[in-house]
């Protein structure tokens, strides 16, 4: 079934309205300016799902703050993960002796969050924490501590709020579960569910 011309036809079940998500982000801006007083703060985003959720944490921050970015691939022209995480663009400057948040939208396997970490860490931050939108129940397997975390969600493959399948849907003001019938000739590929 090709993608409707009304995204919102697409989507079985809203799990996190407009006004949750931007409650929440809220809550996690307190928690963040409150740990991090008095110290500058480099938020580190990672494209391109987790850009809206990172624009609006920014914004919501009423501190010193920095921000930049970062795009990995663990799909390549798959729908699934190959299990190897490429970079394909890396930060514009040095992080060393920096308070770093990382900031991304959705953790399913946690390979490309585990992957981004640890490479971070190895560039001498002051600190380093994990500020994660979505997880779905999985980050504690990974190994990958999450600081801040704005919702935990069933096993399913979501868009919206950033989240995409083949691009589409990143511009939906919530989070819902895609309809199967949208995806149905393979699993979905995208931030939705499989990061």
């Known amino acids: 079934m090709p993608i409707s011309t009304n995204l919102h036809d697409d989507i079985e079940q809203i799990l996190n309205t407009q006004g949750e998500l ?3 982000i809220q809550e996690l ?5 409150a740990d991090y007083d008095g110290k500058p ?16 944490l920014f914004r919501a921050l009423d ?3 920095e921000m930049d970015f970062m795009a990995v691939s663990s799909y390549g ?11 394909l663009k890396d930060l514009d400057g040095p992080i060393e002796k920096k308070h770093v948040l990382l900031v ?9 969050l585990r992957y981004i970490a640890e490479l971070l860490e190895g560039r001498n931050p002051a600190s380093l924490k994990v500020c994660v939108l979505l997880n779905k129940g999985k980050a504690g397997d990974t190994g990958i501590e999450v600081a801040y975390l704005g919702f935990t969600i069933p096993d399913r493959f979501v868009v919206g709020y950033g989240l995409d399948y083949d691009q589409f849907y990143r511009n939906l003001p919530y989070v819902g579960v895609l309809k199967p019938s949208v995806y149905a000739d393979g699993v979905p590929g995208g931030d939705g569910g499989y990061d």
């Not at 801006?29 to 300016?33: D, E, R, S």
């Not at 022209?77 to 970079?87: K, L, M, Q």
Request: glycine share 10%.
């Open 29 to 33: 801006a307190q928690q963040v300016a």
């Open 77 to 87: 022209a798959s729908t699934t993960t190959s299990g190897i995480v490429r970079i």
């Open 41 to 56: 703060l480099l938020l580190v985003g990672v494209l391109k799902g987790g850009v809206v959720f990172m624009t609006d």
């Open 22 to 24: 931007q409650a929440r």
């Open 63 to 65: 501190r010193p703050v």
């Open 104 to 112: 991304e939208d959705i953790v399913d396997s946690g390979l490309t």
